[in-house]
């Protein structure tokens, strides 16, 4: 049985930024650590990606796995699933839900939802999805955040 949790942070950036950053798959190695690979499989006809196949490896736990990509037309709500189980997990579900705030920041809500292949106890999963979704935001964040420096 697949557990969902849940995560926000605020972000200095617009939704559309944020958004540019979530979608820009193959970019995620330079900023998301446990990323070793993303590549784009599928594209839907606008371009943005349908099918991203992703090579993990976060110490404990490696997986290589595709995820399929749906998107709200204002890009507000991006959300996906595993498409075939693979070697660590049964299934997958998640989603980014972006709102603008009346000063110019985004708050990012991270929705996660995994069931395992391998057993893990109830506590120790807790931790461990705590753990990857603190990272995620942060890693994000830090993302979205240096690219609006640049610019």
């Not at 958004?19 to 446990?34: G, H, L, M, S, T």
């Not at 606008?46 to 595709?66: I, N, P």
Request: with cysteine; proline share 3%; aromatic share 8%.
């Amino acid at each position: 049985m697949a557990d969902s949790s849940t995560q926000s942070i605020v972000v200095g950036a617009s939704p559309d930024r944020v958004a540019a950053v979530i979608c820009d798959f193959a970019r995620y190695p330079e900023w998301a650590d446990a990323v070793r690979r993303a590549e784009v499989v599928e594209e839907y006809e606008d371009g943005y990606a349908s099918q991203v196949r992703f090579t993990l490896d976060a110490g404990v736990m490696a997986d290589e796995y595709v995820l399929a990509y749906g998107y709200a037309e204002d890009l507000t709500r991006i959300e996906w699933h595993l498409v075939a189980p693979s070697r660590m997990q049964r299934s997958q579900r998640g989603s980014y839900d972006l709102v603008g705030n009346p000063d110019g920041t985004t708050t990012v809500t991270y929705t996660l939802e995994v069931e395992l292949s391998v057993a893990m106890l109830g506590m120790f999963r807790r931790k461990a999805e705590k753990m990857i979704m603190d990272a995620a935001l942060k890693q994000l964040k830090r993302r979205v955040e240096e690219d609006g420096a640049a610019r």
